[in-house]
C-alpha cells in the first residue's frame, strides 16, 4: 500500500522529481505549487493519486486552507516534504548579494517568508495530519549555505540567513515533536547543487560531478527520509547521508 505524501514546490526541479517519484511507487501526492501541477508530473497510472493544490506559501491563510483540503481526504500523512525556496526572484528584486550595499528589505522579507516562515507554518497547520503517535517524517530542504560553520566565502546574506534560520526553526521543532508527537521524525536536507532554475545562474564554478539532476536528488532525499528512524530527529543531512555542521 502506497504512503500519503505532501509536496511543495511540486512544480519546481526537485520537487517535480521527487512527486513523480513517489506516484511511480505507488504513493497519494498532494502536490503543492502556486500554480496546480500539470503535464510531467502526471504519470499514466498515477493520476488520480496525484491531488494537484494551488497555495501561496507565503499566506498562512493559504497554509491552513492547504491543510484543511488535506484533512478532509480523511488520510493522515505519512510525509511532508517542503521543497519550495527561493535565491533569486527579479520580480521581487531579490538576488544573491555580493557586499552589504547590496542588501534590500523588502527582498530579505521575501526571502525570509518562504526559506525560513513558510516551513514553520506548514509545520503549524500540518501537525495533527502528521500520523499522532505513528511514524510520520516532517522534512525540509535547506542548504549548505545555511551552515554557520561552514560558512568561508560570505555573501549571498539573505538566501544564507533565512536557511540558517530554518534551520534553527527545524531543530526547535525537532525538540518539541519529540514531547508532543512521538514517532514524527523532523529533518532539513541538503539535496546537493541539482541543476534546477535555482541553480543555473550559478553553475559556472561547480565541480565536476557535483551537478545532480533532479531525479538523483529526489533518489537520494526519499532515500534519506523513507530510512531514517527516531533517533535522527533534529539533523541536518547532506544528500549522501552526512551531517552538516550547524
Not at 546574506?157 to 534553527?168: C, D, E, H, L, V
Request: glycine content about 12%; charged content about 20%; hydrophobic content about 45%.
Amino acid at each position: 500500500m502506497g504512503q500519503v505524501r505532501l509536496i511543495t514546490g511540486a512544480s519546481g526541479g526537485v520537487g517535480g522529481a521527487l512527486t513523480r517519484r513517489c506516484l511511480e511507487a505507488g504513493d497519494t501526492v498532494f502536490a503543492v505549487s502556486r500554480r496546480p501541477v500539470s503535464g510531467g508530473a502526471r504519470v499514466a497510472h498515477g493520476e488520480q493519486r496525484l491531488i494537484p493544490v494551488a497555495a501561496d506559501l507565503t499566506r498562512e491563510a493559504d497554509i491552513a486552507a492547504l491543510m484543511a483540503r488535506v484533512a478532509a481526504a480523511g488520510e493522515p500523512l505519512d510525509s511532508l516534504i517542503h521543497c519550495a525556496g527561493v535565491l533569486h526572484d527579479e520580480a521581487h528584486g531579490l538576488a544573491p548579494e555580493k557586499r552589504l550595499e547590496d542588501l534590500d528589505g523588502a527582498a530579505l522579507a521575501r526571502a525570509f517568508a518562504l526559506n525560513a516562515s513558510a516551513p514553520m507554518l506548514l509545520a503549524k497547520h500540518g501537525l495533527p495530519l502528521l500520523r499522532g503517535g505513528q511514524r510520520a517524517v516532517f522534512a525540509s530542504l535547506s542548504a549548505r549555505v545555511g551552515s554557520i560553520a561552514d560558512n568561508r566565502l560570505g555573501g549571498w546574506y539573505a538566501y544564507r540567513a533565512s536557511k540558517a534560520a530554518q534551520n534553527q526553526f527545524i531543530r526547535t521543532f525537532a525538540v518539541e515533536a519529540r514531547r508532543r508527537a512521538p514517532g514524527l521524525i523532523v529533518l532539513a536536507l541538503h539535496p546537493g547543487t541539482v541543476d534546477t532554475a535555482l541553480s543555473r545562474p550559478f553553475q559556472r564554478n561547480v565541480p565536476e560531478g557535483k551537478l545532480f539532476t533532479p531525479d538523483f536528488a529526489a533518489e537520494r532525499l526519499l532515500g534519506l527520509i523513507d530510512g531514517a528512524g527516531e533517533a535522527d530527529s533534529g539533523r541536518f543531512l547532506a544528500w549522501d547521508g552526512k551531517d552538516i555542521p550547524w
